[in-house]
């Protein structure tokens, strides 16, 4: 079991930047690729990014890409998303996940821990 509890959620004006943070526990965390993925009211979730084991390969959704990074620090068992140049279509509440296998990274079916979210809401 991998359990995970996602961070830095808040309120912030367009614009603006956040960090959010997700701390892993119970398996060697690098051991797993780490995706982040958030989900607004009446949509579905959506995949923003994902970060290779070591930290070494990353990938995003156009949404965000140029403005969302994705890093990890696999001696504190952390994974984080940065944001930044926020928009109010960004509000959503953000999840982090991982999986062993760097498959169908896109999907939220391929992963197999998830944390318990954490809200952001971008005002205009």
């Known amino acids: 079991q991998v359990q995970l509890v996602e961070s830095g959620g808040g309120l912030v004006q367009a614009g603006g930047s956040l960090r959010l943070s997700c701390a892993a526990s119970?398996?060697?965390?690098?051991?797993?690729?780490m995706g982040w993925f958030r989900q607004a009211p009446g949509k579905e979730r959506e995949f923003i990014g994902v970060i290779a084991w070591s930290g070494g390969s990353t990938y995003y959704a156009d949404s965000v890409k140029g403005r969302f990074t994705i890093s990890r620090d696999n001696a504190k068992n952390t994974v984080y998303l940065q944001m930044n140049s926020l928009e109010p279509e960004d509000t959503a509440v953000y999840y982090c996940?991982?999986?062993?296998?760097?498959?169908?990274?896109?999907?939220?079916?391929?992963?197999?821990?998830w944390g318990q979210g954490t809200q952001v809401t971008v005002s205009s």
């Open positions: 119970g398996r060697t965390f690098s051991n797993y690729v």
């Open positions: 996940a991982a999986q062993r296998l760097m498959v169908d990274v896109t999907a939220p079916r391929a992963y197999d821990y």
